[in-house]
């Protein structure tokens, strides 16, 4: 088990319970794996779920988590500090997805809480908040970023739906990509928007980056009507893409 020291050397036991300090529970966190293998690389992990979505993209298979004020069934951050406790002797660590975690500030106490419960910690972005993403890297509170890039840059804001400032993006994936913090980028090839051309464009854009993951589609789940009548692509032609985009990356995979 890992503990935070004090600077006088000291052993701050790991309980949200004793501390007297209280964080404010404005982070929703909506889903809740005890045990994942797959979603942080390498480590045994929480998987946490954010609802609360700034992007608007045709074929996000989330469609629920994208507004946070809709009542869903909500862990708190107290809940969530009983499930991990019992686990820390062999979990390594937790993974945060969403939505879009950024898009709460109060993701920072939580970050917080989990550092101090021992925890390594990975998160999913959009790369849309800059700023958030900053604070996160200053204070020391992610181990591992995966960032979703739902198209190139030049079809960025009509993919994703949102008046996004691409220089936003553009920052906040600079900052990752200079952190010296293990870190991935996704794409989801999406028939008729998101081909070969537009993986490739990606890819050029992020030579170099430690991983590039290549997401399935599943059109039947996708938040609009039109695309859930989509025929994916398949996990050959998927292949045919990590191949000719294999040489930019350290490591590709399909997922």
């Given amino acids: 088990m ?8 000291g052993v701050l036991e790991t309980s949200l319970l004793r501390r007297k300090k209280q964080v404010n529970n404005d982070v929703p966190i909506v889903g809740l794996r005890k045990l994942s293998t797959v979603d942080y690389p390498g480590k045994l992990s929480i998987d946490l779920t954010i609802a609360g979505c700034n992007y ?3 074929f996000c298979p989330n469609k629920e988590l994208i507004y946070d004020y809709i009542p869903m069934e909500k862990t708190s951050q107290e809940e969530l500090v009983k499930i991990l406790r019992p686990r820390l002797g062999f979990l390594d660590g937790v993974s945060l997805s969403g939505g879009e975690p950024t898009l709460h500030r109060n993701i920072v106490d939580l970050l917080k809480e989990l550092r101090f ?5 990975k998160i999913k972005t ?3 908040r800059p700023k958030l993403i900053r604070i996160l890297l200053d204070k020391y509170l992610v181990d591992y970023f995966s960032v979703f890039i739902p198209a190139p840059l030049s079809k960025y804001k009509e993919t994703a739906n ?17 952190s010296g913090l293990d870190h991935e980028f996704r794409v989801k090839p999406v028939p008729g ?9 990606i890819a050029n854009y992020l030579t170099g ?4 993951v290549l997401e399935r589609f599943e059109p039947v789940k996708s938040m609009d009507m039109e695309y859930r009548d989509l025929e994916p692509f398949s996990y050959s032609e998927l292949e045919e893409m990590r191949l000719k985009v294999a040489p930019y990356f350290n490591e590709t995979s399909i997922q």
Avoid: H, W
Avoid at 162 to 178: F, G, H, L, S, T
């Fill in 193 to 201: 928007l998101i081909e070969l051309s537009e993986v490739m464009e």
């Fill in 162 to 178: 949102y008046n996004i400032d691409i220089e936003d993006v553009e920052e906040a994936i600079q900052m990752i990509r200079k």
């Fill in 117 to 121: 419960q021992g925890s390594e910690i």
């Fill in 2 to 9: 890992r503990f935070t020291r004090t600077k006088q050397g």
């Fill in 126 to 128: 959009n790369a849309s």
């Fill in 209 to 212: 980056a430690p991983r590039f």
């Fill in 56 to 58: 608007r993209c045709p």
